[in-house]
């Protein structure tokens, strides 16, 4: 896309926070806000595990310690968010922005890496595509991988890569 003034890039709500909570309060802010692992033991086995966070439901560009830019279409989620009361005393600041199509790409790659449960264990999206492509139209982990490729489409910077994922679930 190109600005009046010439310049190309992706359209992006950057939004800045200040919370001005300590201790426990801001790590289960950040815990909630990006999510976080965990390591779970049973016997002898041990499990890594990705508890998502509101971001990772969203392609988003950290910028900064408290600097994030998401797509236009994910900025009143994430505003709802940050508004919760319980994150009080919060100061937000929302401004529009222009990424590069290298920043929205590496966006988007960092978001296609990201793990989902399948019932094989967590693997990144990516590899989640490729595995149930192999599978026959009523497996559950293949219907899962189609439903939240269907919801990540809202969001224009996906839309490419969403389509590339869908047309490889259809070969």
């Not at 990424?99 to 967590?122: K, Y």
């Amino acid at each position: 896309m190109e600005t009046s003034s010439g310049k190309k890039g992706v359209w992006a709500k950057i939004i800045s926070f200040d919370l001005g909570a300590t201790g426990s309060k801001k790590v289960k802010f950040y815990r909630q806000l990006f999510g976080f692992h965990s390591t779970r033991r049973r016997g002898t086995q041990t499990r890594r595990v990705f508890t998502p966070g509101i971001l990772s439901k969203i392609p988003h560009l950290v910028l900064g310690k408290s600097v994030v830019a998401v797509p236009p279409e994910a900025c009143s989620q994430l505003l709802d968010f940050l508004s919760n009361p319980q994150w009080k005393p919060i100061q937000v600041h929302v401004v529009d922005g222009l990424l590069s199509a290298e920043q929205v790409r590496r966006a988007v790659e960092e978001f296609f890496s990201r793990p989902v449960r399948l019932t094989g264990g967590e693997v990144p999206l990516s590899q989640a595509v490729r595995a149930v492509s192999r599978r026959d139209a009523g497996d559950p982990d293949r219907r899962f991988v189609e439903r939240l490729l269907d919801q990540l489409g809202r969001f224009e910077w996906l839309k490419e890569a969403v389509r590339r994922a869908k047309e490889e679930l259809s070969r």
